[in-house]
């Protein structure tokens, strides 16, 4: 199947930025989106930023403008650019793909990567 690794997160202060990325591994098996989820403390996972395989882009309100989700199709990884970071920014950043392994639809998850902005 597929298997997602995930770097970049750390700590920053408010303003700055840091960029994530997410590689996918595996065999037999072609993407149909991957992108970003984020999950803080005591809230439900929410979306952050997709991109599907034709480049169609998607962000949540909250980090559009800041963030800016890329891809690299070669070697099946996405990035997310992430400036003016904010104190609620802070969350574990999960790496998320659909995609077919032999013509199956599957998903997988990332193992997740913090992200604090503080002071």
């Known amino acids: 199947q597929v298997q997602l690794v995930e770097s970049g997160g750390g700590l920053v202060q408010p303003g700055g930025s840091l960029r994530l990325s997410c590689a996918a591994s595996g065999s037999a098996f072609s993407i149909n989106a991957m992108g970003w989820y984020r999950q803080a403390p005591g809230k439900q996972r929410e979306l952050v930023a997709m991109?599907?395989?034709?480049?169609?882009?998607t962000y949540s309100d909250s980090v559009k403008g800041r963030f800016t989700i890329s891809s690299d199709i070669a070697k099946n990884t996405v990035y997310l650019q992430m400036n003016s970071l904010k104190a609620e920014d802070t969350a574990v950043y999960y790496c998320r793909t659909d995609f077919r392994w032999l013509d199956y639809p599957r998903g997988a998850w990332g193992q997740g990567t913090q992200v604090t902005v503080s002071s």
């Open positions: 991109i599907t395989s034709g480049g169609i882009i």
